[in-house]
């Protein structure tokens, strides 16, 4: 009787861990939380001191996946890690020039969307790839190197915006708008550094 249920705890124990997912790694040692991503897009910047390079991971909350992200002004990089100590090169798919002259404390944008991670070097795009996993999330940073954060690293959540029309309207509708919504108010146009 104890060896059947034995047998059947195994095969249990077998299938689960058969069906985890083959890319949740746990998070590294020697990183800490700086931002939460709660939402599904938004914006992670901090402001580091040097020019020298600063490693952040990106990691997916239902995923369980981690991408490492290397910033730096000259060169943006990116692997996802892998158990077992391995990893993976990301594509960057676009990358722009390099900002002539960066500053000593440098801002870093890492705008994050539904289809690709935008990189920004104060407030200049440098580089685009596919998004690797569905957000929220969170961002963290090497203990050794958390002492460069100038202040506090922030995830703005921005909302999606979505706008679709076909712009053909009959003629003689009573109302030629009808198939938009009216919005009123105050309307600004904000850059990767607000």
């Known amino acids: 009787m104890i ?10 124990t077998l299938l689960v861990v058969c069906t985890l997912p083959s890319w949740a790694v746990p998070m590294p040692e020697g990183w800490k939380q700086a931002a939460n991503c709660r939402k599904d897009e938004g914006n992670f910047t901090a402001t580091i001191a040097g020019q020298e390079p600063f490693d952040i991971i990106i990691r997916g909350k239902a995923s369980e996946r981690n991408v490492k992200v290397t910033l730096a002004p000259n060169e943006i990089k990116a692997v996802e890690l892998l158990a077992d100590n391995k ?71 921005v909302p999606k915006v979505s706008f679709l029309t076909n712009f053909m309207i009959e003629e003689g509708a009573p109302n030629e708008l009808y198939p938009w919504n009216i919005n009123t108010g105050t309307w600004r146009l904000h850059t990767a550094l607000q």
């Not at 060896?3 to 249990?12: A, E, G, Q, V, Y």
């Open 87 to 157: 990893t993976a090169d990301l594509k960057i798919t676009r990358t722009y020039p390099a900002p002539a002259a960066p500053q000593a404390n440098i801002e870093y944008t890492v705008k994050i969307r539904d289809n690709e991670w935008s990189f920004f070097v104060d407030g200049a795009l440098r580089a685009i790839m596919p998004s690797v996993f569905a957000m929220p999330g969170t961002v963290s940073v090497q203990n050794e190197q958390a002492a460069r954060l100038q202040g506090a690293a922030k995830f703005l959540p």
């Open 3 to 12: 060896s059947k249920l034995l047998r059947r705890f195994s095969i249990i």
